[in-house]
């Protein structure tokens, strides 16, 4: 299985300032037909996770322009330009290339 | 908007069948865009992804419970279903379906994009 380690587990922000979130996987997760399928989901307390970003960098509808995705091969970052309240939550990479599915264990962002 | 319900036991004894069903509203299962798929969350724990299937028909389990887990699908009625047998108090979990999405059959997951609300599942006797 593809193992994704995130980095760091617990991030204290300060409201309006940035945060990353770090996510490397095992193996490459380039695709054969050349795409790259990380992802980035958010899970607000006692809500459901919500896609935030796909393929790396491509915004789900709805989704501030604060949070954005980079990365290549295996190395991949999740920014928030500007840490709100409503951003407080858990955040998971998962990776869609290879069989099975898996995630990263989470990054717990909250507000200082 | 599409929705998805899950619906099932809340409580299941050890050694048993969990079975639960996930019921697609607001469009079609039979979608040549999507795998659907269940994803559990052990309580204060992380996301595991359990398994999918294509409206096909075609599944993918998690080699971690794969001896144990069965997904099937029922387009007449657009619904699909999971059943985890021989349960242990380690199946405990927040189970959720979602709808994947995927560029064409056979491509990587542009990850799950459409959520059930989750339903919580307790093994215990």
Redesign the interface.
């Known amino acids: 299985?593809v193992v994704m380690t995130q980095s760091p587990l617990s991030l204290p922000v300060t409201l309006g300032q940035p945060a990353s979130i770090s996510c490397r996987s095992s193996q490459s997760l380039v695709?054969s037909?050349g795409?790259t399928?990380l992802?980035?989901?958010q899970?607000r307390p006692g809500q459901?996770?919500?896609?935030l970003i796909?393929?790396v960098s491509?915004w789900?509808s709805g989704v501030p322009d604060r949070f954005s995705g980079s990365g290549s091969g295996t190395d991949f970052t999740l920014k928030i330009s500007r840490v709100e309240a409503e951003d407080v939550g858990?955040y998971?990479c998962?990776q869609?290339?290879h069989?099975?599915?898996?995630?990263?264990?989470?990054t717990k962002l909250e507000i200082k | 908007q599409l929705q998805l319900q899950e619906s099932g036991p809340g409580l299941v004894k050890p050694s048993e069948t969990l079975s639960l069903t996930c019921t697609v509203s607001g469009g079609s299962i039979s979608s040549s865009s999507y795998y659907w798929g269940w994803i559990r969350q052990p309580p204060g724990k992380g996301l595991e992804w359990i398994g999918s299937i294509y409206y096909s028909g075609s599944t993918y389990y998690n080699p971690s419970l794969k001896s144990r887990v069965t997904i099937s699908v029922d387009t007449s009625k657009n619904q699909f279903s999971l059943k985890l047998s021989s349960v242990t108090a380690a199946d405990t979990a927040v189970y959720y379906c979602a709808r994947d999405h995927i560029d064409y059959y056979g491509s990587g997951s542009e990850g799950m994009d459409v959520w059930g609300q989750g339903t919580t599942v307790t093994v215990s006797s």
């Open positions: 299985d695709y037909d795409n399928y992802n980035w989901f899970q459901s996770p919500r896609r796909y393929k491509n789900d858990v998971y998962m869609g290339t069989w099975p599915r898996t995630f990263g264990q989470g």
